[in-house]
């Protein structure tokens, strides 16, 4: 059985520790690019959101480098995502694959696919070692979460440009390496230190600390050298897989911001999985923050979208990005209230759309002007410079 699975950011490390170790052999697909974007562009309906063309461009590089066996995740509710699968078992189909794909369904409602799930593992495996890799795999989701969102608080501050990325990118292949939950725990704590090392951040906490689940960033310095702080929410894929939100955080880190990205993918599952089913989701939740203006679940993240701008607003952020694929109907239903959001809340909200189409240059521009809005609007700096309104209003 060779297994394999669709990209999310640096998932593939975790996922790659579990499956090898209750003994199957793993296919990792190679790194998403524009040509796994276009593979999945032409076999998926045009009208389809990006995660499934993106995904499905993974599994068939996957499959042609020798993967048998493809892990899919599911979901419930109004988003599409929980339909995809069929449409990607038929499109494996109709190119005469016959790779085998297994939906991993969010275990609340669907106890029975959990279920299959749980045999497909065990067949394998004794229970022990399946519980041992879910502990080294979980171990290294933390840690992939960590250095994400030390490094979003901390490239505007780094002492030597790209020095944050060759920390968090060494921290990260000490992860895929360490077979110990202690040598993980190593990585996380040296990798930690040397973020902070190479920056000038102060202590390290929360920028976010109403986020479910992780709880890591760095504050940076208040007073007149502080930076201008920018929340990034939005869908999860597209927020948390820099292949296809054009690296959107670094690209802030380098215009010179602060960047909280709360979205996790620990937190996800703490959220989702483990506090949902067993009723024990932490108060006050993305519902409550999103109360005041959407006061129902539309599927996905459009509840979290509202809530964690509304939040970010009251926590003191300069400026949020908001950013969700074409046609993705819950960020539709959340980007239709933003603007509410932000005359209420009193903080700039923008919304980046983003499909197989988007390119750099209009992403920087945009993400430029913005920022530039921020500084003004803030008194603060960008990149160390004074940014101050000249006569027509630019920033300067
Ligand atoms: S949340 Fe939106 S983009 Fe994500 S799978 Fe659902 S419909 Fe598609």
Redesign the pocket.
């Known amino acids: 059985m060779k297994v394999s699975f669709p990209h999310l950011g640096n998932m593939s490390i975790p996922l790659r520790a579990f499956f090898s170790g209750i003994g199957m052999e793993v296919v990792t697909p190679p790194p998403t690019t524009r040509k796994t974007v276009a593979i999945g562009a032409q076999l998926a309906p045009e009208t389809a959101?990006?995660?499934?063309k993106v995904t499905t461009g993974n599994m068939i590089e996957a499959i042609n480098a020798g993967a048998d066996t493809v892990f899919m995740v599911g979901g419930i509710g109004p988003?599409?995502?929980g339909y995809y699968c069929e449409l990607q078992k038929d499109i494996l189909d109709d190119l005469g694959h016959d790779a085998e794909l297994v939906v991993i369904e969010p275990p609340k409602g669907h106890l029975r696919e959990t279920a299959r799930f749980a045999r497909i593992l065990t067949s394998r495996a004794r229970i022990r070692d399946v519980v041992e890799a879910g502990r080294l795999a979980w171990e290294k989701c933390i840690g992939i979460d960590v250095f994400d969102q030390l490094a979003n608080a901390a490239r505007w501050s780094e002492r030597e440009t790209g020095a944050v990325d060759r920390a968090a990118r060494a921290g990260l292949d000490w992860l895929d390496k360490a077979s110990r939950v202690p040598d993980v725990r190593e990585a996380i704590a040296a990798t930690m230190e040397k973020v902070r090392s190479c920056s000038t951040l102060g202590t390290i906490h929360s920028l976010d600390p109403c986020a479910p689940g992780l709880q890591v960033g760095a504050q940076p310095p208040c007073g007149a050298d502080s930076p201008v702080t920018v929340g990034v929410v939005g869908?999860i894929?597209v927020v948390m897989e820099p292949a296809v939100n054009m690296n959107l955080c670094k690209k802030l880190g380098a215009i010179g911001v602060a960047v909280s990205q709360p979205i996790t993918f620990s937190g996800w599952i703490m959220a989702h999985v483990v506090l949902d089913v067993i009723k024990l989701m932490a108060k006050p939740d993305m519902l409550t923050w999103a109360m005041p203006y959407l006061r129902s679940f539309v599927?996905?993240?459009g509840v979290e979208s509202v809530g964690r701008s509304v939040q970010m607003a009251r926590s003191g952020l300069d400026g949020v990005v908001h950013i969700s694929?074409l046609t993705?109907?819950?960020?539709i239903v959340a980007q239709s209230i933003l603007p509410r959001v932000s005359e209420e809340e009193g903080i700039p909200i923008m919304s980046l759309t983003v499909d197989e189409h988007t390119a750099d240059a209009g992403l920087d521009t945009r993400l430029e002007a913005f920022c530039d809005l921020l500084a003004v609007r803030s008194g603060k700096r960008l990149h160390g410079a004074a940014v101050t309104p000249c006569k027509n209003g630019r920033a300067t």
């Open positions: 959101c990006l995660p499934l988003c599409r995502l869908e894929y599927g996905g993240h694929p993705c109907m819950p960020e």
